[in-house]
């Protein structure tokens, strides 16, 4: 039972036009970008930029993928898989995001593991392409060193953290030079400075 006066479609409504608001303006996105795009939206969470995208943009070829399923409805458009091994055909998306999900590969160690799954960043990036259509764009946000030194070195109590810390700075430049060294004649990876510490990552997958 709802508590009184809690209105659940209104509080979806809600939830979905923040979603859409704040995925807009992180990665510069606009309706026209995703009316017409057959889009997956990986790390989803609990997907509501994707049911925005279907219920107000009238995009049925909007996706949302996560490995844990967070939602009770099931939807058809729910992807519940793991980002390194989608298990898609090959060349399915024109656009393909990932807001605040790659910051999970970049731990003290390599690879890490989380939900007890081995996490190696190039498996993502490989998937992600081998999915993404020519012509297509990934894009998703990555720290830089320096910023992970300022946001968790204050913290630390210990020798101990204090190398950890180090070491996921260290690893996050390592990810850095591979996103680098990704141009090539069939793809193009553009760092985009953040207002905060950090990148947009975009990667544009070339015609042939």
Same mark, same amino acid.
């Given at each position: 039972?709802?508590?009184?006066?809690?209105?659940?479609?209104?509080?979806?409504?809600?939830?979905?036009?923040?979603?859409?608001?704040?995925?807009?303006?992180?990665?510069?996105?606009?309706?026209?970008?995703?009316?017409?795009?057959?889009?997956?939206?990986?790390?989803?969470?609990?997907?509501?930029?994707?049911?925005?995208?279907?219920?107000?943009?009238?995009?049925?070829?909007?996706?949302?993928?996560?490995?844990?399923?967070?939602?009770?409805?099931?939807?058809?458009?729910?992807?519940?898989?793991?980002?390194?091994?989608?298990?898609?055909?090959?060349?399915?998306?024109?656009?393909?995001?990932?807001?605040?999900?790659?910051?999970?590969?970049?731990?003290?160690?390599?690879?890490?593991?989380?939900?007890?799954?081995?996490?190696?960043?190039?498996?993502?990036?490989?998937?992600?392409?081998?999915?993404?259509?020519?012509?297509?764009?990934?894009?998703?946000?990555?720290?830089?060193?320096?910023?992970?030194?300022?946001?968790? %070195?204050?913290?630390?109590?210990?020798?101990? #953290?204090?190398?950890?810390? =180090?070491?996921?700075?260290?690893?996050? !430049? $390592? +990810?850095?030079?591979?996103?680098?060294? %990704?141009?090539?004649?069939?793809?193009?990876? #553009?760092?985009?400075?953040? =207002?905060?510490?950090?990148?947009?990552? !975009? $990667? +544009?997958?070339?015609?042939?």
């Amino acid at each position: 039972m709802n508590p009184e006066g809690f209105n659940v479609k209104q509080q979806i409504e809600k939830e979905m036009n923040s979603a859409f608001k704040n995925y807009s303006e992180f990665f510069g996105l606009d309706a026209d970008d995703l009316e017409s795009k057959k889009t997956l939206d990986v790390g989803a969470g609990s997907a509501f930029f994707t049911q925005y995208v279907r219920d107000k943009l009238h995009n049925t070829e909007a996706y949302a993928l996560d490995m844990l399923k967070r939602r009770k409805d099931n939807p058809e458009w729910f992807i519940c898989q793991d980002a390194q091994d989608t298990h898609l055909p090959d060349e399915s998306f024109d656009l393909i995001t990932a807001k605040s999900m790659f910051p999970m590969f970049i731990q003290p160690e390599y690879p890490t593991k989380s939900y007890g799954i081995e996490m190696d960043y190039k498996n993502f990036i490989e998937e992600m392409l081998r999915i993404l259509k020519p012509g297509g764009t990934l894009m998703f946000d990555i720290s830089t060193p320096e910023g992970i030194i300022k946001l968790n %070195l204050k913290y630390s109590e210990s020798e101990e #953290e204090t190398q950890k810390i =180090k070491n996921k700075a260290e690893n996050c !430049k $390592i +990810i850095i030079d591979y996103l680098n060294s %990704l141009n090539s004649e069939n793809i193009f990876c #553009e760092l985009i400075p953040k =207002k905060s510490d950090g990148y947009i990552v !975009k $990667i +544009i997958k070339l015609l042939a």
